[in-house]
């Protein structure tokens, strides 16, 4: 089991920065990914961006490659994503995931996923 603990959310002017953290504890994430997802009113929850516990090796949805970056922290157990040039667009509740690293073709999918955390609203104002 693991579980996960989101924060850092908040309202934010657009092209402003935040940065959101997801806290784990329960088993090693040796063998693990850790992913953000997002899911804005009415609409799918969507991947955000991973990050390959192990290697380090991270992945984007197109949308935030070049502003987002997410990060990890072994010793805290705890992943980060660094949002910055925040657009309106980007208001939702982000997730972080976690689940045993099944292959890059699927990690993107939310049911990739069996541990999630309660989410965290960004609300980005124009």
């Known amino acids: 089991q693991v579980q996960l603990v989101e924060s850092g959310g908040g309202l934010v002017q657009a092209g402003g920065s935040l940065r959101l953290s997801c806290a784990a504890s329960g088993r090693t994430l040796s063998s693990y990914v850790m992913g953000w997802f997002r899911q804005a009113p009415g609409k799918d929850r969507d991947f955000v961006a991973g990050i390959i516990w192990s290697a380090g090796r991270t992945y984007y949805a197109d949308s935030v490659k070049g502003r987002f970056t997410i990060s990890r922290d072994n010793a805290k157990k705890t992943v980060y994503l660094q949002m910055s040039s925040l657009k309106p667009e980007d208001t939702a509740v982000y997730y972080c995931?976690?689940?045993?690293?099944?292959?890059?073709?699927?990690?993107?999918?939310?049911?990739?996923?069996?541990?999630w955390g309660q989410g965290t609203q960004v609300t980005v104002s124009s």
């Open positions: 995931a976690a689940d045993r690293f099944k292959g890059e073709a699927v990690m993107r999918r939310e049911s990739s996923y069996d541990y």
